[in-house]
């Protein structure tokens, strides 16, 4: 029997939980007894208290109780802790719990609070696409990948927002059971055991600037208004108004992307929003948005997404009104 110990507090994001229980739940089903997950929820606060979305939840044991022994020590996630001050006694709880556990890790942003406590410092760790940048900053010494359904360093496992969570106790289930059963159990969930692509499928590439009447947003402006025309760097520059080394390196300051990272990205999102909310064929996304063809469109999605323009569609495409 696996025995699993999942960190819970007030306002956690009730999906980071549920998810994960229910694929260790239904995982019990398929495994002979004394095989299966025990699950036990650990919480900072007596119960009852509610989750972000309003539920109420209770934990089994406080901090003060939890003990030791577990095979594993998730901590969820929740939306106020990418902003929150660092919890002492917390923090000191998680670095002398995960001592001997052989796997130990987050949910979404969960991961703050493994970063709080020193447990992400040399490591390969993801979070939720829209806080990994403040993870990366908050946490230095932490190598933040911005783009992964779940990551796994050694001991440490963490995954990418809210369902991603599913995604991680299916590949968590697969390592203890095999490939079969995990697939066996996201078929009952009605889930994929393992998405194609990371998580930038599911986000915007782009923001827009914080200065919307500087050169940079003149620049972002005209590259959106043609975006089938060929823009090289020299060419934005004259549109900026600056020299092409100054130029360069305003943009990057400002937008943290080189221009032709830019205008590639910006492809990307209306090829992304055609391929959703339209019936053009591939051939005429392609050359609307700039990437010339088809396969040239085919190639900067798997690099960028993981999937192809095709496979996106599919996915992403919304139904008619």
Request: proline share 6%; net charge neutral; glycine share 10%.
């Amino acid at each position: 029997m696996h025995r699993i110990a999942i960190l819970i507090f007030p306002d956690v994001q009730a999906l980071d939980v549920a998810g994960p229980l229910d694929v260790f739940a239904e995982a019990n089903r398929f495994v002979g007894d004394g095989q299966g997950y025990a699950v036990t929820l650990i919480g900072t606060a007596p119960g009852p208290f509610r989750a972000s979305n309003g539920m109420s939840m209770s934990p089994d044991l406080l901090l003060a109780d939890a003990g030791q022994g577990y095979d594993m020590l998730l901590v969820a996630g929740g939306p106020g802790l990418p902003t929150a001050a660092r919890d002492p006694v917390l923090s000191d709880w998680l670095a002398a719990a995960v001592r001997g556990v052989p796997r130990y890790g987050s949910i979404c942003t969960g991961a703050f609070l493994l970063g709080h406590a020193g447990l992400l410092d040399g490591r390969q760790v993801t979070t939720h696409w829209q806080d990994a940048p403040a993870l990366a900053e908050r946490f230095p010494a932490a190598a933040v990948a911005f783009d992964r359904i779940y990551l796994r360093d050694g001991a440490l496992v963490t995954s990418a927002g809210v369902t991603a969570g599913i995604d991680l106790a299916l590949a968590l289930v697969a390592e203890d059971h095999g490939a079969a059963l995990a697939l066996a159990v996201a078929k009952r969930l009605v889930v994929v055991a393992q998405r194609q692509g990371g998580q930038s499928q599911f986000s915007p590439f782009l923001t827009a600037p914080a200065d919307e009447t500087s050169p940079v947003a003149r620049v972002q402006a005209r590259v959106m208004a043609h975006l089938a025309d060929t823009h090289t760097a020299r060419n934005l520059a004259e549109v900026a108004g600056m020299s092409l080394r100054n130029f360069s390196r305003h943009f990057v300051q400002e937008t943290k992307m080189t221009p032709a990272e830019f205008v590639e990205r910006a492809r990307i999102d209306t090829a992304r929003n055609l391929l959703e909310g339209s019936d053009l064929a591939l051939k005429a996304v392609a050359y609307r948005c700039g990437f010339g063809s088809p396969d040239r469109m085919r190639i900067v999605f798997a690099r960028r997404l993981g999937v192809t323009p095709a496979q996106y569609r599919a996915s992403f495409r919304r139904a008619a009104p």
